[in-house]
């Protein structure tokens, strides 16, 4: 049975698109990935699953000209539209990209490659390479299997169908025929600075943020000794940024 699902009832926990909570989301997007887009306003750029359009926002608010979203939920197809976000509904990513040779410069993924079938990741992967140009960049976010809440963030989606480690990341990346392929920690908690700081509620929260994950790193060297256990990332996405081979 293929039955459409309504992926509302999901997003809907977390999202909205009052004004606060999308400027919310715009500033958190900046963060997370301004350090890795080129300098170049005029370059393409695709968001591959653009959600509500959130990313989008940002990279446009950022002096980015030429932007645009693919999406297969028409709930969130809407919310992108009614926004004035360049957005295109799709049936299938991966035979719409197919379409697509060499015709971007930087591609977002963010959250979507969890939610693609194990036997079809690949292809997808390699899809989004091959729809890059040469010298291209890929930016995107999975759930971390490092992470201490890596059950709940696998499982907290029912559409989610993997989780990864910077390793297989990496692999899947790899196979897929990218290079240059980099692998971060993206944090959802930032430091709440010194005015944070003043606050009762904030100051506990980012103790308990640090001793937790300072017990976490402490369990991995435990486990898997200095060397390894030293660098394994284990914020709850990993980033991971990587370029298609520029023509020789």
Sequence with gaps: MNQKLDYSRHYLKWHSDTPQHTQSMKSFYQSMFSRFLPADRNLSILDIGCGMGFALLALQDMGYLD????????????????KGIKVIKVANSIEYLAKKNNSYELILCL???????????????????TSLKPGGKLICTVPNANSGLA??????????????????????????????????????????GLKGLIKVKPFLHWLLFLLVRSLRRLEMIAELGWEQGKNIPLSLNLLATAEKQKTL
Excluded at 112 to 128: N, S, T, Y
Excluded at 152 to 175: A, G, K, P, Q, V
């Design 67 to 82: 932007v645009k979203g693919i999406e297969i939920d028409d709930a969130q197809v809407k919310s992108c539209l009614e």
């Design 111 to 129: 959250d979507v490659i969890e939610h693609i079938p194990h036997e079809k990741q690949l292809e997808f992967v390699k899809a989004i390479q």
């Design 151 to 192: 059950s709940r963030w696998r499982y907290i989606d029912w559409t989610h169908h993997i989780s990864f480690t910077e390793h297989s990341l990496d692999f899947l990346l790899f196979n897929a025929g990218f290079e240059k392929i980099e692998i971060y920690e993206t944090e959802f908690f930032k430091n709440p």
